[in-house]
């Protein structure tokens, strides 16, 4: 008898993902340094824009992210997958140094606009964090090509905070309104590689961020299931948070998950003040609110039977393969974390 190594894979990555979710101890897998994980890296940042050309002229003209691929996609395979009948879209990857985020244009149909009363404790809030080596100098450049402030200036988080003194920071817009922020590491504090010398400023991402209602059940849905791990926490507040936020009275709990590869994800739980909105529950991929945290998994079809079984909310009626622009088509799904943030899984 013939066994079928693709369902058999399916069936394991199912066990685990049940077995973590209800608590179950099962016995210890044979390399602890690589257990079993829905999800083994992020490969990218999506976000949804208005308009594709502008889009990537700030993100490779004042950020100096790099264009790699740009193509258009459409058909009942692109409908299913992001849940939005019509579609047809224009998708850009661009790269900063290892990491990457993935820019969408729905020529149509056309979304809705952020709402313009969007504040940092909203929770469709998301944003990518870029590593600079000179936030002076980025700042005084983003000045030059007159973003949007958030923030008022760049912020110093105060020493008392083990785990994010020293650490410089700034939230900022980009031509949609998407947030996004550049932060400066101090010496002993980030990945290794943001403190190597280079001659550019604008070196990676570390993180995306999201706002979430509890941390705890984030933690169930990002560590639990995906297998993502814990890799730092902090609670934060003060006058340099508020500012930084740009939200009076800012107190958050803050904790940093990673795969094996690719940037952070960063949960943020305001436990002050009161008042931040969920996300709307017909958000949809064409909204400008819309972005997608892109998983790379070893089976998409596990990974969906997984989430599914679960009860996390699906997005695409079904696994579906999707052309990847130099590559092989890829099986690839979307779900939503228990905020209503988008997650698209792709097998890899």
């Not at 020493?159 to 550049?182: C, M, Q, T, V």
Request: neutral net charge.
């Amino acid at each position: 008898m013939h066994r079928d190594p693709s369902l058999a894979r399916r069936t394991a990555l199912l066990f685990v993902a049940l077995a973590l979710l209800l608590g179950v101890k099962g016995p210890a897998p044979a390399d602890q340094s690589a257990p079993a994980a829905l999800a083994r890296a992020v490969d990218a940042v999506g976000i949804t824009v208005s308009d594709m050309d502008r889009a990537i002229a700030f993100y490779t003209r004042v950020l100096f992210f790099e264009k790699v691929s740009d193509v258009e996609a459409w058909g009942d395979e692109v409908e299913h997958v992001h849940g939005v009948f019509g579609a047809r879209l224009r998708v850009a990857r661009l790269t900063l140094g290892a990491e990457a985020i993935e820019l969408t244009e729905f020529l149509t149909p056309r979304g809705r606009p952020l709402p313009a009363d969007s504040r940092s404790n909203d929770r469709w809030f998301q944003h990518v964090a870029i590593v600079v080596n000179d936030i002076d100098q980025a700042y005084l450049w983003l000045r030059r090509h007159r973003v949007e402030h958030v923030s008022p200036a760049p912020q110093t988080l105060p020493d008392w905070n083990p785990s994010a003194g020293g650490i410089r920071a700034f939230y900022f817009k980009d031509p949609d309104g998407h947030p996004l922020e550049i932060l400066q590491f101090p010496p002993g504090k980030g990945d290794p590689r943001w403190h190597r010398p280079s001659d550019r400023v604008f070196l990676g991402i570390d993180h995306t961020a999201i706002v979430v209602g509890a941390t705890d059940a984030s933690l169930r849905f990002w560590r639990d299931a995906l297998g993502l791990r814990v890799a730092g926490r902090s609670e934060n507040w003060g006058p340099e948070q508020e500012r930084l936020n740009n939200v009076f009275g800012a107190r958050l709990r803050i904790t940093t998950l990673r795969a094996a590869a690719g940037p952070g994800v960063e949960l943020l739980e305001y436990l002050a003040p009161p008042g931040g909105r969920a996300a709307p529950v017909d958000a949809r991929a064409n909204d400008l609110a819309h972005w997608q945290v892109v998983l790379a998994t070893p089976d998409a079809g596990a990974a969906a039977a997984a989430l599914r079984a679960a009860r996390a909310p699906l997005v695409s009626s079904r696994v579906v393969t999707l052309p990847d622009a130099g590559a092989a088509p890829r099986a690839a799904f979307v779900a939503r974390d228990p905020d209503g943030h988008a997650l698209q899984l792709r097998s890899r």
